[in-house]
């Protein structure tokens, strides 16, 4: 049983900054790129933040660009997204995907991720 278990969500005032982690139950997770999506009520999924196999290279939507940041311990095998200046707009439950193998080096489509966590509730207040 492949488990992605996210934590770190919460409640928080605009301008205020949360921290999510993502920890995968396989070790071969390591070796495949992850990303963080959110879905926001009677929206669609959207990509907010991807980051190759070794963390060389990271890839952000414009909305939270320059204000969140993607990380990666793969001796953790944990992903982590680190939330600074957040907006009401930013209010969504957040999920954290593990790439398809045959995925693109950094993919931002859903449909090119395979695992999925159970999400995380992000509340930002005005």
């Known amino acids: 049983q492949v488990v992605l278990v996210e934590s770190g969500g919460g409640l928080v005032q605009a301008g205020g900054s949360l921290r999510l982690l993502c920890t995968a139950s396989?070790?071969?997770?390591?070796?495949?790129?992850k990303g963080w999506f959110r879905q926001a009520p009677g929206k669609e999924r959207e990509f907010v933040a991807g980051?190759?196999?070794?963390?060389?290279?990271?890839l952000y939507a414009d909305s939270v660009k320059g204000r969140f940041t993607i990380s990666r311990d793969n001796a953790k095998n944990t992903v982590y997204l680190q939330m600074d200046s957040l907006k009401p707009e930013d209010t969504a439950v957040y999920y954290c995907?593990?790439?398809?193998?045959?995925?693109?080096?950094?993919?931002?489509?859903?449909?090119?991720?395979?695992?999925w966590g159970q999400g995380t509730q992000v509340t930002v207040s005005s």
């Open positions: 980051i190759t196999w070794d963390g060389a290279a990271t």
């Open positions: 995907a593990v790439a398809s193998p045959v995925a693109r080096t950094m993919p931002t489509m859903p449909e090119e991720y395979n695992y």
């Open positions: 396989r070790r071969t997770f390591n070796a495949y790129p």
